[in-house]
């Protein structure tokens, strides 16, 4: 992994969480295999990255959790996402499309320009 390329991911797993979330409940195994497979593996989160971030979204209240028992004994935790957590899914989108409009146009811009 490139140098640089680990900071921008962390900072972006708070709104792919809150995207994945927002047409279902998922529980924390799916968020990351739905972030590998719809990236074509270009973005892996591990679960030492995702867990502190449900747990910070848990937190406040951004989304919910509940447990469903599989089988006999194997308990899911599976993610809801809340009506506030919505909201912050908005504010991150804007927040993205923002600098990526801002970091496109920079590195589009020419060299004379400076």
Do not use: C
Not at 37 to 64: A, C, D, H, M, R
Not at 76 to 90: I, S
């Amino acid at each position: 992994m490139s140098r640089g390329r680990s900071n921008f991911k962390m900072g972006t797993v708070e709104m792919l969480v809150l995207y994945l979330l927002k047409d279902q409940d998922l529980y924390g195994y799916q968020i990351t295999s739905l972030i590998k497979e719809l990236s074509e593996g270009n973005v892996v989160v591990t679960e030492s990255t995702l867990y502190p971030t449900l747990y910070k979204l848990l937190n406040k209240q951004f989304i919910s959790d509940y447990e469903e028992t599989i089988g006999k004994r194997r308990v899911r935790v599976y993610y809801h996402l809340e009506d506030t957590g919505k909201k912050r899914l908005d504010d991150l989108l804007e927040d993205y499309e923002t600098i990526t409009l801002g970091i496109s146009k920079i590195l589009s811009s020419s060299k004379e320009a400076l």
